[in-house]
């Protein structure tokens, strides 16, 4: 077979297989907006993050155990986020403790990212409470979503052999709690980001806690990383946003531009690319509250306010790590002076 047959039937393959994992996420989310209502879609979308994510990943845990974690923390994202009806400050420890019960569940395997797609659930959950006559319909999302990914996990991993002599409840916390600088430099960010959102009023305030939620990384050479990426992709995004839907394409055509755009981003899945889509999409999503100028320049703040956080935080385990250093030397010395 000649090398440029084989070059266009490979071309081919990758946009049927991008154009049906699109045409998946884009049905997923319009499935539950007709069953759920437009309140629940954003934590629909975190559902499917998941629902094409874990199914198909040997984690190295029991299939049974993964599946009772599907349910406790997509179910109990929709749970703790309804303290965003109560005031900043009682919200803080409920927001702190459930981020820390995700990573606690979720952190390992680390280069799988297994708990994205629980945090997204709540972060967009916290950022969008339903009144309590809403919550049952909230809550009715959350179980079917979690019954779907779930689902997949126990057939898929049955017929994959997946997780058959893996971690179980206890021996997956242990590991994952290795990470703890990095668990509480997460939970302590996103409580922060969250406490900032509704203490400020934010018309947005989920773009603070996700600017949060990806900046935050293990390293702090990936965190810097990416921080220099997201700045770059909010720029870019923004100047893509403006010329696009401020100047060139009218009002009406814009959600068949963003559909084409989110279909292009399934081609690359280096951050600083996905990031100036993302950016793009946030942005139109937001003009249902916004203007573009305010739009903008929300955007731009709670990138910084995000940036700040994160550094903080990075800043004080340095010091923490420093002063518990001191400390044992000072400790080890005590006995030679005596």
Not at 30 to 55: D, H, K, R, W
Not at 169 to 174: G, I, L, S, T, V
Not at 204 to 219: A, D, F, H, K, Y
Not at 267 to 276: D, H, L, M, S
Request: hydrophobic share 50%.
């Amino acid at each position: 077979m000649p090398v440029q047959e084989t070059v266009h039937k490979k071309t081919g393959k990758i946009i049927l297989e991008n154009a049906l994992r699109f045409s998946f996420n884009v049905g997923f989310s319009y499935f539950f907006q007709i069953l759920f209502g437009i309140e629940n879609i954003l934590p629909s979308v975190a559902m499917c993050v998941g629902f094409t994510m874990i199914p198909g990943t040997d984690l190295g845990i029991r299939p049974l155990p993964m599946a009772i974690t599907t349910f406790v923390l997509y179910v109990g994202s929709g749970i703790a986020a309804q303290a965003a009806l109560l005031t900043p400050w009682a919200a803080l420890p409920v927001n702190f403790l459930f981020t820390i019960l995700i990573l606690v569940l979720s952190t390992e395997p680390r280069l799988m990212k297994t708990s994205i797609s629980f945090l997204l659930c709540f972060i967009f959950c916290q950022a969008n409470p339903v009144p309590p006559e809403a919550f049952p319909m909230r809550l009715a999302s959350l179980l079917t979503g979690s019954a779907i990914v779930a689902a997949g996990i126990l057939i898929w991993w049955k017929k994959k052999h997946y997780g058959t002599n893996g971690r179980t409840f206890r021996e997956q916390a242990k590991l994952c709690a290795k990470n703890h600088g990095y668990m509480m430099r997460m939970s302590l960010g996103l409580s922060i980001a969250m406490f900032i959102g509704m203490a400020l009023h934010f018309t947005r305030p989920l773009w603070i806690s996700i600017v949060v939620m990806s900046l935050t990384q293990i390293e702090l050479t990936e965190t810097v990383h990416r921080i220099k990426y997201r700045a770059l992709a909010t720029i870019v995004g923004g100047i893509i946003f403006t010329a696009v839907f401020a100047i060139l394409v009218p009002r009406q055509y814009a959600l068949v531009v963003i559909l084409l755009i989110g279909y292009l981003s399934f081609f690359t899945t280096e951050y600083k690319y996905t990031q100036i889509v993302n950016a793009i999409c946030a942005l139109n999503a937001s003009l249902v509250l916004l203007d573009p100028g305010a739009a903008l320049g929300t955007r731009f703040l709670c990138l910084a306010a995000g940036i700040l956080i994160v550094l903080a935080l990075w800043g004080f385990e340095k010091l923490m790590k420093a002063s518990l250093r001191k400390r044992d030397t000072l400790l080890r010395e005590i006995p030679e002076h005596r």
